[in-house]
């Protein structure tokens, strides 16, 4: 019988995603849980498996085209001929939403286990009709002004580059931010020293002992676990009408690679030791490496940390990810002199840069958590252990 195949849903906040490579054909056979195709979305590759056995009967969507959560995406032939479709059920919820709106559930895509209709689904619906209908095009009697003709380009001086799928989704998800966040920035100076010959001391061993290097990125997630725990606030998000504080700590964590930027998650940081989050962040850079990243890899950040400070960068301004408050940077360490007691000394010094969203947090909460974050970093000693 014939099977439909949809557009998954990859993470809590994810309601499009961009079918970058079709892995099968019209005519091939293919076992369930075998991957079928390439999916971007939110900044990674994902490959959707087949939830059937099956022949592929027919490709809907093309490569390149976006479609949203619950969407077609291609026909199945199964096996199974006689089994009969399941008769869908609904919760009273919808029911009654879906009565009280005149709403043909047919038409709205299901999120829920199994592609069921949630009631946040309908919800999602009707707010996306009603700001379709708010924005359509008023009748205007002014006159129109005569457009004017662009200056042609001579592009026997000019080189077009194609933009492929990830770098449209970070263009999208960059302009929203900045168009729909309130951007401020603040930023302290911290003295590494103690920091540095800490890792001096140990990354030898560490690496002869692990099997991979010890960097300064764990201790700084330490730091910046232990100062949200003291400012619990700089761990939200803006809802509205509300502003949520996450439970967990989980850092979203800045990885370039030659094509592109990745966002994985370091999930729960605030239930790992600096060894711990040294493993965790590894297994991510692998990951980042290989671009083998599983659904839940790119979802679920409550704050986000950038190491621009590896590029040599001693300043930064970043954008602020959709659905949190805050983007932290450490910056290049560098050595200088200092002023200590009167007396100038080099030390190993690094700046941190925050941006944050100025409907969450004020300029007070921000600078008490970047002091406690500098006070961690600070303390930092040869004494201090990492597991």
Excluded at 65 to 94: D, F, H, N, W
Aim: glycine share 6%.
């Amino acid at each position: 019988m014939e099977m439909k195949m949809t557009m998954p849903k990859l993470g809590e906040s994810v309601t499009e995603g961009t079918l970058i490579r079709w892995l099968v054909k019209p005519g091939d056979r293919v076992k369930k849980y075998e991957a079928i195709c390439e999916i971007t979305t939110d900044k990674v590759n994902a490959e959707v498996p087949s939830t059937y056995d099956g022949k592929v009967k027919e490709l809907v969507v093309q490569e390149g085209e976006t479609v949203a959560v619950g969407e077609l995406i291609c026909y199945l032939e199964t096996m199974e001929a006689t089994e009969q479709p399941q008769k869908k059920r609904y919760s009273p919820a919808v029911l009654q939403l879906a009565a009280e709106h005149g709403l043909d559930l047919d038409e709205i895509p299901g999120t829920g286990m199994d592609g069921r209709i949630t009631r946040k689904d309908v919800l999602s619906f009707l707010q996306e009709r009603d700001e379709k209908q708010r924005q359509e095009p008023m009748p205007s009697h002014l006159p129109i002004a005569p457009v004017q003709e662009e200056p042609q380009h001579d592009f026997n001086f000019e080189m077009g580059i194609p933009v492929d799928p990830i770098r449209h989704l970070i263009a999208e998800r960059t302009l929203k931010s900045k168009t729909e966040i309130p951007h401020a920035w603040t930023m302290v100076e911290v003295d590494m020293t103690g920091l540095f010959r800490l890792r001096e001391k140990l990354k030898k061993e560490f690496h002869k002992k692990e099997g991979f290097s010890l960097t300064f990125l764990p201790f700084y997630l330490k730091a910046v676990v232990e100062s949200i725990k003291k400012y619990p606030l700089i761990n939200s998000v803006w809802e509205g009408d509300r502003i949520v504080i996450h439970k967990g700590i989980h850092i979203s964590v800045a990885m370039a690679t030659d094509e592109a930027l990745y966002v994985p998650v370091l999930k729960d940081a605030d239930q790992k030791s600096i060894f711990g989050l040294a493993k965790e962040l590894n297994v991510l850079k692998e990951k980042t490496i290989h671009k083998k990243f599983q659904p839940g890899d790119m979802s679920g950040g409550t704050i986000t940390i950038n190491n621009t400070g590896s590029f040599g960068s001693i300043l930064s301004m970043p954008i602020i990810n959709q659905h949190q408050s805050v983007n932290l940077t450490l910056e290049a360490i560098v050595k200088r002199p200092v002023v200590i007691n009167d007396m100038i000394a080099i030390r190993h010094m690094a700046n941190l840069c925050l941006s944050l969203d100025h409907r969450v947090l004020d300029g007070k909460i921000c600078g008490l958590f970047l002091q406690h974050l500098k006070m961690t970093l600070e303390n930092f000693n040869e004494e201090t252990t990492i597991y």
